[in-house]
């Protein structure tokens, strides 16, 4: 069985070429534009592994993810942080809230898949 993927980001040109790369390694992926639409993606497809953006339309990544880790069905959920908010105090909040891996925009598309790759092997 395939692991799953969720990308979570609001900008096309992000997702994209991450769902094709994601595709390409033979992950099953979905896609969710907001924290909201993000939070009902969770529940229904059950993704390894969250590609999730911080600055979101509503709920934002933080709290996202934070909402994954309150919930012990979630608990073995991945989530790697896409973010341009590359300030220390963002990646510390972001590890912080037990994110797995947190990646600086722009960012390598192969630095990404790699990350993945290492998170669900």
């Known amino acids: 069985m395939p692991k799953k993927v969720l990308i979570v980001d609001d900008e096309p ?3 994209v070429p991450l769902q094709f790369l ?3 390694e033979r992950y099953q992926v979905s896609v969710a534009a907001s924290g909201d639409e993000a939070m009902e993606s969770i529940a229904k497809f059950k993704p390894d592994l969250i590609l999730l953006d911080i600055m979101l339309p509503g709920v934002d990544g933080y709290q996202v993810c934070q909402n994954v880790r309150e ?3 979630w608990q073995n959920t991945k ?3 896409l973010s341009a908010k590359g300030r220390e105090i963002d990646i510390v909040k972001g590890m912080a809230l ?3 891996a947190y990646i600086k925009k722009p960012f ?3 630095d990404v898949v790699a990350q993945v ?3 669900l092997e």
């Open 117 to 119: 790759k290492d998170l």
């Open 98 to 100: 037990s994110a797995d």
């Open 108 to 110: 390598a598309i192969a």
């Open 71 to 73: 919930n012990p069905e």
């Open 79 to 81: 989530i790697i942080f």
């Open 22 to 24: 994601m595709e390409q």
């Open 13 to 15: 040109n992000i997702i």
